[in-house]
């Protein structure tokens, strides 16, 4: 025995309408149509509508109550008595659009709705029932009509009512309204609707979600210091006239006292030297300007190690955390290491506080770097076992002292192969830790291409060692270490050496 529920639209257009005036439609508006039905029925119900995407997945299905139910068209359990109901809100709904003409608040005095505090309904609220959310977005009342009038119920009661309901909200929905970029939007689009236009109709259509894309939904968190990416707002033309400091302000008061200041990132330098392109953008404060106060710089602290560096000046790459970990994790207690590429000390600083080298000797280009190295250095209290070479290192870096030199350049670190074999301890050899970005072809599986480089490298290393010593070398690749994906089909691995001067050599 089953019954297919007949809704008549105009009763629907007119509790949609009135849902429209209660105000803008977002996911924090929980006051909206819903299918009162018996609780037995619910998951039916509920299935039905997920399958014709009508299901309000903003909204938790609740028991239904005078409290939360503000309008709703009768059912019975006869068909005879249902239609009777339906003529009879239909007659309603038309009368009211008659008086509407002549009073605008008898919208919902007619309706049966009411603002808070008001009294509930006067028609029953069956009891054992609840109140499923439907969606009144995307779709036409005709649509919304057509696919609810088909919705099938089955069970005692037969009854399936169309209800303008209050439920709470769902756990997904607040998670969603509390996110970071949530609030971000919010805030962004409440500034732009209340300070940017001054007549609604200038809004262009869907300029909410226009917003919404333009907003990055990643950054990355440097203390006090928000740094948006490269393509921030880029997406909006709408933004492109409001991007001020009020507007800068409106976005670091989103997340509710977190940051102070806020910058943009640029593509790092493709250069040798990767500097920062970072810019800084405002800074929150009275009195607040000039250099001192729009200051990028920043601290970090990654695996106990301090990093203190500007971001308009230096980079910083948190991909590396696993590289830094395994690096941290070695004894080099009795071990000399040269570090060519030493940036702010991204791996200098883990040699010596944490595997504990003996000494180590830095090579830095960029002299940004390299005022950032020496004062982590202090910070870190290793300033004493760590020697700074400013400058290019084919010129500055010592030769013949190390038992492990780290290459820490990407994409690729080749132009820094042959100051490392001269950097090696002639007598003894030791590792090299070479970082390089490898591209997988689509002619071979990716470990493969990894094996084929790493053959490529020790024999280039072999001509190398035989050219600086005039001797021949053991050189063994004896671990490929993926960091992290640089992007498709390029990975940024390492690969830890042995270098080794044939026993007969070594013995002269």
């Known amino acids: 025995d089953k019954k297919v529920v007949d809704l008549p639209l105009t009763y629907i257009q007119r509790l949609t309408a009135h849902a429209a005036m209660s105000g803008d439609r977002t996911t924090s508006n929980t006051n909206g149509l819903a299918l009162l039905v018996p609780k037995s029925e619910a998951r039916h119900v509920r299935s039905q509508l997920e399958v014709t995407g009508l299901f309000d997945k903003s909204r938790k299905i609740s028991v239904a109550n005078a409290e939360s139910v503000h309008a709703i068209l009768p059912g019975t359990d006869r068909k005879q008595d249902e239609d009777a109901e339906g003529d009879k809100a239909v007659n309603v709904v038309q009368q009211q659009e008659e008086e509407e003409e002549e009073d605008s608040s008898s919208t919902e005095a007619a309706l049966g709705t009411r603002s808070h505090g008001a009294s509930p309904p006067t028609q029953h609220i069956p009891s054992g029932h609840v109140c499923i959310p439907i969606l009144q977005n995307g779709s036409t009342h005709e649509d919304l009509c057509s696919v609810l009038s088909q919705i099938v119920v089955s069970g005692r009661t037969k009854q399936c009512l169309l209800v303008q309901a209050q439920l709470p909200q769902s756990a997904k929905a607040k998670a969603a309204q509390t996110a970071p970029h949530a609030a971000m939007v919010t805030a962004v689009t409440q500034y732009v609707k209340q300070h940017c236009f001054t007549e609604r109709d200038e809004l262009p259509k869907d300029w909410r979600l226009t917003i919404a894309e333009a907003i990055p939904k990643r950054w990355e968190e440097h203390g006090d210091l928000l740094l948006l990416p490269p393509n921030a707002f880029a997406k909006c033309e709408l933004l492109a006239p409001f991007l ?163 290459l820490g350049l990407i994409p690729s670190s080749r132009n820094g192969w042959p100051v490392a074999v001269r950097a090696l301890d002639k007598a003894v050899g030791g590792w090299f830790h070479l970082h390089e970005n490898v591209t997988s072809t689509s002619g071979a599986t990716q470990r493969e291409e990894w094996v084929l480089f790493g053959e490529e490298l020790t024999s280039v290393l072999k001509g190398l060692f035989l050219e600086a010593t005039g001797n021949s070398w053991t050189i063994s690749v004896r671990h490929i270490e993926r960091v992290k994906p640089y992007c498709p089909r390029i990975d940024h691995l390492v690969y830890d050496i042995e270098c080794r001067p044939s026993p007969a050599e070594a013995m002269t």
């Open 244 to 406: 001020d400091d009020a507007l800068y302000k409106c976005v670091l008061d989103s997340f509710n006292g977190r940051f102070r200041r806020l910058a943009v990132q640029s593509a790092v330098d493709a250069g040798i030297m990767r500097q920062s392109r970072a810019r800084m953008l405002f800074v929150l404060g009275s009195g607040i300007g000039g250099e001192a106060g729009l200051s990028g710089v920043v601290t970090h602290i990654d695996n106990g190690i301090k990093y203190t560096y500007d971001v308009t000046k230096c980079m910083f790459s948190r991909g590396n955390i696993t590289e830094k970990i395994r690096v941290a994790a070695l004894d080099c207690s009795d071990e000399v290491v040269v570090d060519l590429y030493a940036g702010i000390g991204y791996f200098t600083l883990p040699y010596l506080v944490h595997a504990k080298a003996k000494h180590l000797h830095a090579c830095e280009l960029n002299p940004d770097a390299v005022e950032a190295l020496r004062n982590n250095l202090k910070h870190n209290k290793v300033d004493d076992r760590c020697t700074v070479y400013p400058g290019d290192n084919s010129v500055t870096c010592p030769e013949g002292i190390a038992q492990r030199v780290n």
